[in-house]
């Protein structure tokens, strides 16, 4: 069967359905690479037992690719697919559909603006593991992850420096008045494609806030922070430049909200933005911030 397309909308019920020769014909060479038809078969198979009906419950655009995730009736399943503009699938994944409704109930007391200027892409962000990989983990878990994008892609040219990456050497921000309690400077910028896992946050700033609710901002570039433990800023007032440092494989923001400055005992707190929008991956956003103030930089 010579099939190289599907119509997205179509793809839950094709899959409930068990056509799974003509969705396997649907995937990329690549992905065909990584598994045989017949394991996808047998895979796809064992996921379907007791599954009456899939629906669509996220769609998102990332990075030239339009991405579907589907739950079962039970809302206790989850198959995420990335079709590309030729609906061609590129990627596709299966699995429990996992959740924490307690946490998810546990909003920050504070109302708090993205840390940026301009326009930025949220890559990663929301309230489950297929939108937010951070969810998996309590102290991470309604972090984000945002980057910049032109026509599609987070870079130009070619992927090797980070000077080529479109959110290095942005400008970050405080999301909102607070004192600066933490700060690691002088981490190098990872080479693109490379990760430095033994300083998982790399150059980073963490702000007390009101009600005992601490803002982390991660992945600074090298020798870029502008504040000081102690001092007092306002929100939108500059920080730092958006590095590639940490458990980075590119240059982007990590931003997330806790109720506690220590990185592993603290827990993630699901964040109120003062517009009353709660952003996921693959919204971009805008902040223009209330505090600007001109800096020699």
Not at 227 to 240: A, N, P
Not at 277 to 289: A, S, Y
Request: charged share 25%; with cysteine.
């Amino acid at each position: 069967m010579a099939v190289s397309s599907i119509n997205p909308v179509e793809f839950g019920r094709i899959f409930q359905s068990e056509d799974f020769e003509t969705i396997y014909h649907c995937t990329s060479r690549d992905f065909q690479q990584l598994i045989s038809l017949e394991a996808f078969i047998e895979l796809a198979t064992s996921f379907n037992i007791g599954v009456k009906h899939y629906q669509i419950e996220f769609k998102t655009s990332l990075l030239n690719l339009n991405r579907y995730i589907w739950l079962d009736d039970q809302k206790e399943k989850a198959i995420s697919v990335s079709f590309d503009k030729h609906q061609q699938i590129q990627s596709l994944y299966v699995k429990p559909f996992i959740t924490y409704p307690e946490s998810d109930k546990r909003f920050t007391q504070s109302t708090y603006s993205m840390p940026i200027t301009e326009e930025w892409f949220v890559f990663w962000g929301g309230a489950n593991e297929l939108i937010n990989y951070h969810y998996a983990y309590e102290n991470q878990r309604y972090a984000y992850d945002l980057i910049k994008i032109q026509e599609g892609s987070s870079y130009q040219n070619t992927q090797i420096q980070n000077e080529n990456f479109y959110a290095f050497n942005e400008e970050i921000v405080a999301p909102a008045d607070g004192k600066v309690v933490k700060i690691l400077d002088g981490i190098k910028d990872n080479i693109p494609g490379e990760m430095d896992t033994k300083n998982p946050a790399g150059n980073y700033v963490i702000i007390e806030h009101t009600k005992k609710e601490y803002s982390l901002l991660a992945h600074f570039k090298k020798n870029s922070i502008q504040v000081k433990i102690g001092e007092f800023v306002k929100e939108g007032q500059y920080i730092g430049k958006c590095g590639n440092s940490g458990n980075s494989s590119e240059p982007h923001l990590h931003f997330q909200v806790m109720d506690s400055s220590n990185l592993e005992s603290g827990k993630s707190l699901r964040i109120r933005f003062k517009d009353g929008i709660e952003p996921i991956q693959g919204d971009t956003i805008l902040n223009v911030p209330e505090y600007k103030e001109t800096f020699d930089r």
